[in-house]
């Protein structure tokens, strides 16, 4: 009996029950979501609308800590700050991710050590890191000593001077979120079958032609998911921003996100309405950018 | 049908014949029969292995410095130097006693197989319904399991925390698991893995009388094998090395995890690095033994090929 | 695959029973009208967390109804304690540094001790005026400084030796100092002074020319006048001389690191440097000496205070830590360890200090008004904008003015 034949038995009362089996199978992240994510923003979105101090509202200021945030220059500074950071890392990201994934994906020797080698960044703690990078990438530090033999003798405080703070803090990411990255890519490898290869390798095809023909587009599900993974990761930056500047920003607002702005405005200042405002606001932004991301790369997923 | 769009890759219509009817023989080209490809085929093999070689070793000299770091004592520290000059073993034997990171790790070992268990049972179930179950408003609530990437966690703190605090489940394990349950990521890798599977699978299960859930148990999760080795992964790792939401909602040192109890050691103006470095490699063990394990699951080809119609 | 997914299961239900029998077991109480007090902060190193709480230890034995949990928050400190006022669930007696406490103080989440001075016969005569009414708000008090420090001159002396230069007391002293140090190339590979683009280093300058941040009542700014630019300019004239360099520009993190690494000869840190030089660069050769003056002396008192939180469920426990820990006897205890100095004058500090205790008379505290952290990133974005070129002085004045009154408008 044919498939279709029996989809068409099913019927309505089929149509029911998959929708009822649908519900029960996502309760629980449901659940999740409702309670500990759709809450809290609705919270916010309440609480935005009040000078808000420690113990609750302190009056009522309508939708003016909106307004307020939108002509503070700082904000804008900030916004621009994690658009640059955005653009350097993400693409880094995607690209060292995917590389490292077709490689290890072989079936080369070794092929476990350099799995774990090319993991490894991503194992250790953000903060474990960045105070090692740090230490590093310091004006004496070792890659200054490095470069220092070829040639570059300038001893740049690469984290604390403003035009290489936001773009060091992009590399530092990319080289340790790439295993992640990697992960997601191999997973997504995984669902391609050998035969698609098998087959391009009778049609001719080089390795190269074959990665770019036959490879890169039958990931796209894998791109699509990178893509967004790694986007809305890039714009709520905030650890390594905060342990690198000592929670200032600095210097000259170089490394000010706008989550680290929010914290700032909340616990600093002890204005909960206004960061709650930030929040939205920001929300709002990722809302709209992962709108436009799916639009614009389409139906790159079976409906 | 296998999901592969025709017209990207444009082998012959024999090829794709073929391939439905599982006729394929492997391998390509003959390597050996253009003469000096086998030369320069080895050479850029070569080379290759050199460059990942090198590149791997590069990864790795961060951690062979934090290994180095923890056998020296802390004025050596302030300046860099790839091996000690006094080999100790001081900061170990502090971290283990005077530090109860035996506790630590005990914590963070419970709570991170804890979260990373039910995030595959809830991931798994739920990446399935929105890939492959049809029920009225499946994009939009997706969409919404989306948005929760979208939230920075800061701005999540103070509800959450007073959410916490009425629910009486500060400074409890189960209070710290509920709020770690991030799973969009998760969902969304299921989901993505779960769409590449060929439906023909499923409708034979449904053909042979499998409900829903077995349809799922006994051939969909098989099947995921990847999915799950990364989602084991990424959860055990993120909930191994989180630190905001421990340091707040896990406050009395019986409480602590392992990220709680390296922080020990980072003070305003200075860090105790032998103690710090050698704590961390003992908190990195745990996670280096998961992904040896779990990585081999990423084994090329495990999608089955041949599917019948 | 999936018999490793069950052993797992089984590990994980293994693993929360095991922890949730942990939770169960009773919690320990104590009899007695006095009861469990909760005591947290911050802590500045590993010897000052081992210090702390032998001087709770002491507590406890003269006081043995009341149970002290002594839990210090690692990690970003005012998050996590906004967090446990906003939930009413803060710890009882707490740390709160002088620069927040304006905020705290306007916020309401600190409990007002005057009651308990006149209840408890607690006298605050002996702690020194300029550190306690950085914790006085509207006329109450809500916090008792627990110690101090101010800024001193902290001088490599070999460096000092090989360049032939006595201590320099003066601004102009300083210079032909640093002068001296750079012919001699007594600081190779670094420069003779450090100096941090940070107005709370900035600011003794501004009083030692005579100058101020805000006008006597502490309502408008005065940072526009000649005295506060010659001072500004001073400061930032070292640097951009290349007498001073910033620390990161000598790879260090802060100047105390700059001094140990001996890329720096001339720092200018509090007492929080002398513990640090002694664990982490036990071998470098320095002394403490006076802020130099110009027209006249003025320094920065750098201060903590043991507050009580207003949310606290034992006031009449917490109150007893909170003066054991300073009163005479608790902040003796404490402060022989060296890593402050006494806020109390009736406490004479530990050996060595008494450079830094001089300077008491000339500091102002560290602690301005509610929203002060506004200004004071304005503050240093700015100054770290005139270190590299990037802006005037006159345009970072104009800045910082702009901020204060903003911010003490509202």
């Given amino acids: 009996m044919s498939a279709e034949a029996y989809r068409v038995r099913g019927g309505r009362p089929g149509r029911a029950r998959e929708a009822l089996v649908g519900y029960a199978f996502v309760l629980a992240p449901m659940a999740v979501f409702g309670v500990f994510f759709l809450f809290p923003i609705g919270y916010a979105i309440y609480i935005s609308r009040y000078n808000w101090g420690v113990y609750g509202s302190q009056g009522s200021v309508g939708w003016h800590n909106y307004g307020w945030v939108l002509h503070d220059p700082i904000f804008w500074r900030s916004m621009r700050n994690i658009g640059e950071y955005t653009a350097w890392v993400v693409p880094a990201q995607m690209a060292l991710g995917l590389f490292m994934a077709v490689i290890v994906n072989q079936k080369i020797k070794a092929r476990t050590f350099f799995r774990s080698a090319f993991y490894f960044p991503s194992i250790a703690s953000s903060a474990a890191i960045t105070t090692i990078a740090i230490f590093i990438l310091n004006a004496d530090g070792l890659l200054n000593k490095a470069l220092s033999l070829v040639g570059y003798d300038h001893h740049t405080p690469w984290f604390y001077t403003t035009t290489t703070a936001m773009p060091t803090i992009a590399g530092l990411n990319a080289w340790t979120t790439s295993g992640t990255m990697m992960l997601f890519y ?47 990761g890039a714009v709520k930056l905030y650890d390594q921003a905060f342990i690198v500047s000592g929670g200032t920003g600095g210097p000259d607002y170089a490394t000010l996100t706008p989550v680290l702005l929010l914290v700032q405005e909340a616990v600093q200042n002890i204005r909960f309405g206004y960061a709650a405002a930030m929040g939205v606001i920001l929300l709002a932004f990722m809302v709209v950018l992962t709108l436009a991301q799916r639009l614009l790369f389409g139906r790159s997923e079976a409906a | 049908m296998t999901a592969i769009e025709p017209e990207s890759f444009g082998p012959p219509a024999a090829a794709i014949d073929n391939l439905v009817t599982g006729n394929v023989d492997g391998g390509g080209p003959s390597r050996g029969a253009i003469p000096g490809r086998a030369r320069s085929e080895r050479a850029i093999r070569v080379g290759a292995y050199a460059a990942m070689t090198a590149i791997s070793l590069l990864f790795f000299i961060p951690f062979l ?33 005077k530090y109860d990171f035996a506790r630590y790790i005990e914590n963070s070992a419970g709570l991170s197989v804890a979260i990373t268990l039910i995030t595959l049972v809830v991931a798994g179930l739920g990446g399935y319904a929105f890939a492959r179950l049809r029920f009225p408003g499946r994009e939009i609530l997706f969409f919404g399991v989306l948005a929760t990437l979208m939230v920075p966690d800061q701005l999540r703190l103070v509800p959450v925390y007073e959410m916490l605090v009425k629910w009486h489940l500060i400074n409890t394990y189960t209070g710290y698991v509920l709020i770690k349950l991030g799973l969009a990521t998760s969902l969304f890798l299921m989901r993505q893995y779960f769409l590449t599977i060929p439906k023909d699978l499923e409708e034979a299960a449904k053909l042979d009388g499998a409900g829903y859930f077995k349809t799922f148990w006994r051939v969909m999760l098989p099947l995921a094998g990847p999915a799950l080795a990364a989602v084991t992964i990424l959860e055990f790792q993120g909930a191994w090395n989180d630190f905001f939401w421990a340091s707040l909602l896990l406050q009395t040192p019986d409480h602590y995890t392992v990220q709680l109890g390296l922080a020990q050691f980072v003070f305003q103006y200075h860090t105790e690095w032998p103690k710090l470095m050698a704590a961390s490699v003992i908190a990195i063990l745990p996670i280096v033994a998961v992904y040896l394990v779990f990585q081999r699951y990423f084994v090329a080809g495990v999608a089955s090929a041949g599917v019948k119609g | 695959m999936r018999r490793v997914l069950l052993t797992f299961l089984v590990l994980a239900i293994a693993a929360v029973v095991a922890t949730t029998a942990a939770q169960a077991r009773p919690h320990r109480t104590v009899a007695g009208p006095s009861g469990n007090v909760v005591l947290s902060g911050w802590a500045s190193s590993g010897s000052e967390f081992d210090f702390l709480t032998n001087v709770v230890q002491d507590f406890e034995k003269k006081y043995p109804n009341i149970h002290v949990t002594y839990q210090p928050i690692n990690g970003n400190y005012p998050q996590a304690m906004l967090a446990r006022f906003a939930s009413h669930t803060p710890p009882d007696v707490f740390y709160v540094d002088s620069s927040v406490a304006p905020d705290w103080m306007a916020a309401g989440v600190l409990q007002p001790l005057n009651s308990y001075f006149s209840k408890f016969h607690f006298s605050t005569k002996p702690f020194f005026p300029r550190l306690l009414s950085g914790f006085t708000y509207k006329g109450q008090v809500y916090g008792l400084p627990k110690d101090w420090s101010p800024l001193a001159m902290e001088i490599n002396t070999s460096m000092l030796q090989k360049a032939g230069v006595g201590v320099p007391t003066t601004w102009p002293a300083l210079i032909a100092a640093a002068k001296r140090m750079q012919v001699t190339n007594a600081v190779p590979g670094g420069a003779p002074i450090c100096l941090s683009a940070d107005w709370a280093r900035l600011l003794p300058f501004v009083y030692q020319a005579g100058g101020s941040f805000l006008n006597k009542a502490g309502t408008a700014p005065v940072l526009n006048t000649p005295a506060a630019k010659k001072a500004i300019n001073f400061y930032v004239g070292l640097a951009t001389s290349g007498l001073a360099r910033t620390p990161d520009q000598l790879g260090s993190g802060w100047c105390g690191e700059a001094l140990g690494k001996q890329k720096a000869a001339i720092i200018f840190e509090g007492n929080w440097a002398l513990p640090y030089m002694h664990d982490t660069f036990p071998t470098v050769s320095y002394a403490t000496y006076a802020m130099p003056h110009g027209r006249a002396r003025g320094d920065l008192g750098f201060t903590t205070s043991y507050s009580m939180a207003k949310d606290s469920k034992n006031k009449a426990a917490a109150w007893t830590l909170l003066s054991y820990l300073t009163g005479a006897q608790g902040m003796k205890k404490w402060t022989d360890q060296g890593l402050a100095l006494p806020s109390r004058s009736d406490v004479p500090p530990a050996a060595g200090r008494s450079v830094l205790i001089k300077e008491a008379p000339y500091s102002r505290a560290w602690s301005f008004f509610p929203g002060f952290s506004d200004v004071y990133t304005v503050m240093n974005n700015d100054l770290t904008a005139v270190f590299q070129g990037k802006k005037d002085v006159q345009g970072m004045i104009n800045d910082i003015q702009a901020a204060t009154v903003k911010a003490l408008k509202k």
């Avoid at chain 2, 290994?67 to 073993?89: G, R």
């Fill in chain 1, 186 to 232: 191999l997973a997504s490898l995984q669902a391609i079958p050998n035969d698609v290869y098998e087959a391009a390798a009778i049609d001719g095809a080089g390795r190269w032609r074959t990665f770019w023909k036959v490879t890169f587009p039958l990931l796209k599900p894998g791109h699509f998911f990178v893509a967004v993974v790694s986007i809305l």
């Fill in chain 2, 65 to 97: 410095w934090t290994v180095s770091t923890s056998l020296k004592t802390l004025p050596e520290t302030a300046y860099f130097s790839l091996l000690p000059n006094h080999w100790s073993l001081q900061a170990y034997h502090d971290v283990w006693t």
